[in-house]
């Protein structure tokens, strides 16, 4: 029983939810696309970077981009404010909600790299890095405050 005391503690140290299938499907999934979102970030504006770092054969585009569709349309889909719409149409505005995320930022990252300086990878990457985060804090506020209009 000690031991399992000292994992939850630990969770609690750095801020993780047990695993119960409400965290699994709106913490953890979420949380996994939210990592995927900061490598798609990394890879639209520096590809280079991630094909040296994680896979030099593959392009992991796809991959990434799916992951934070995902992510993001299971953190929609488990927001309070669409608890009174029905499973089938709450789905459909999660899938939406997500892909016009994610889709919308590569978008948004292929306009700001075309506009820097082609021979500052470092730059491209802070400021792929940096809108990205913005536009999670921004998103994730909007929808605090839907949540909050419902209780």
Excluded: Q
């Amino acid at each position: 029983m000690a031991d399992k005391n000292k994992a939850c503690t630990l969770c609690d140290k750095i801020g993780l939810k047990p695993f119960t299938k409400e965290n699994v499907f709106y913490y953890y999934i979420p949380l996994h696309g939210l990592a995927s979102y900061g490598g798609l970030s990394v890879n639209v504006m520096n590809p280079s970077l991630v094909s040296k770092v994680l896979s030099p054969k593959k392009d992991l585009t796809n991959v990434l981009l799916l992951s934070s569709v995902v992510g993001a349309a299971f953190y929609i889909y488990g927001r309070p404010s669409l608890a009174s719409v029905p499973n089938g149409k709450r789905g459909l505005y999660a899938m939406l909600g997500g892909s016009l995320w994610a889709m919308g930022s590569v978008l948004g990252w292929a306009i700001m790299k075309s506009a820097l300086p082609r021979d500052n990878a470092a730059v491209a990457t802070i400021a792929g890095l940096a809108t990205g985060a913005v536009i999670v804090k921004v998103s994730m506020d909007y929808f605090e405050h839907t949540d909050k209009l419902v209780k």
